[in-house]
T-cell receptor
């Protein structure tokens, strides 16, 4: 079974731009969660989508948004990029949506200049 | 967002030694999880704990869910070079509308062969 895939793996943007990241979950998994990982703040939960609906949300500003398609693939969008948005963005898929059943992808490393 | 207090931040040990790391929180969690992250990859779940006092093993790894539900520890016995990586704890409260998933900042483990 193929694992969680994320594209692109690396991305460089400038302040003020927007970015869209993609995550393809493991086949059959209906839940996709997104996380931001930085050296300063560590791993932080962004949001979770289940069957095309946002089910849980972390404590991030509205510039961070996401969506999920009918095939369970998910995209995360960050608008009006700030330098502090530079991070590794991880997605994880799960059949149930709980952390104990999640499998993480390798992440997309975003650098904002 | 809120962080768990994970310690130590880093450890440098000799192969064969035992390792212990822990996480504490001011909040109660109903699930504690321990992950390992290798460079360039997403975290991999090692152990999940579901009730206070629970002690669970996974090979050379042993983790416990604290009685107060505000802490957890992870022990690694007889360390080997492939144990090198960053270990994260996470606390999860699921169910209801107040979902919370919070991570520690990680313990960087280096094993000297």
């Amino acid at each position: 079974k193929a694992g969680v895939t994320q594209t692109p793996r690396y991305l460089i943007k400038t302040r003020g731009q927007q970015v869209t990241l993609s995550c393809s979950p493991i086949s059959g998994h209906r839940s996709v969660s997104w996380y931001q990982q930085t050296p300063g703040q560590g791993l932080q939960f962004l949001f979770e989508y289940f069957s095309e609906t946002q089910r849980n949300k972390g404590n991030f500003p509205g510039r961070f948004s996401g969506r999920q398609f009918s095939n369970s693939r998910s995209e995360m969008n960050v608008s009006t990029l700030e330098l502090g948005d530079s991070a590794l963005y991880l997605c994880a898929s799960s059949s149930q949506g709980l952390a104990k059943t999640q499998y993480f992808g390798p992440g997309t490393r975003l650098l904002v200049l | 967002g809120q962080q768990l207090n994970q310690s130590p931040q880093s450890m440098f040990i000799q192969e064969g030694e035992d390792v212990s790391m822990n996480c504490t929180s001011s909040s109660i969690f109903n699930t504690w999880l321990w992950y390992k992250q290798d460079p360039g990859e997403g975290p991999v779940l090692l152990i999940a704990l579901y009730k206070a006092g629970e002690l669970t093993s996974n090979g050379r790894l042993t983790a416990q869910f604290g009685i107060t539900r505000k802490d957890s520890f992870l022990n690694i016995s007889a360390s080997i070079p492939s144990d090198v990586g960053i270990y994260f704890c996470a606390g999860e409260n699921s169910g209801g509308s107040n979902y919370k998933l919070t991570f520690g900042k990680g313990t960087l483990l280096t094993v000297n062969p």
